[in-house]
């Protein structure tokens, strides 16, 4: 009897196992979800800026990207990659939005390159 409930058990765990396997969000989708992958772009500076001005970015970063509600970016370049700044534009950090539904993916990269190139 009690070998019986044993296997019933075992085999109750094995197909959980099983389920959770193909439920549970691969490791590569957690990775994507917390550090998009930059797509590759020519970093076109007109483009980046009528976008910056189009999306908003200048009224809470201000028109000369000087700060405002949100920090000063004329030296962002410095302190951080084009990768890390596509991550904080695509999904947004504090009172910064996501742009993640705004903008192409290569549109947000372009950015994150002009950026990235103010040093
Ligand atoms: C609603 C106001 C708002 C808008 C619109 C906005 N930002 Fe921000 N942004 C912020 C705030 C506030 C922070 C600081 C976030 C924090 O403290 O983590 C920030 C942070 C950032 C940072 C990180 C700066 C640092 O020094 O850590 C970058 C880069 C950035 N924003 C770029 C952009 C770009 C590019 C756009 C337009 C596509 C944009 N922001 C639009 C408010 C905004």
Redesign the pocket.
Known sequence: MQKWIMSGLITIACVMAVVLMFTLPGKEQVAEEEKPTMPEVTMDAAAAEA??KA???I???GDQLQGG?????QK?GS??SAEE?YT??TKG?????S?KDK?QKEE?AN?AQW?AAKK
């Open positions: 976008v910056v999306q908003g970015c009224s809470c970063h509600v949100g920090p000063n970016l962002i302190q951080m700044l904080i534009i950090r504090g009172g910064m939005p742009f903008l947000i950015v950026l």
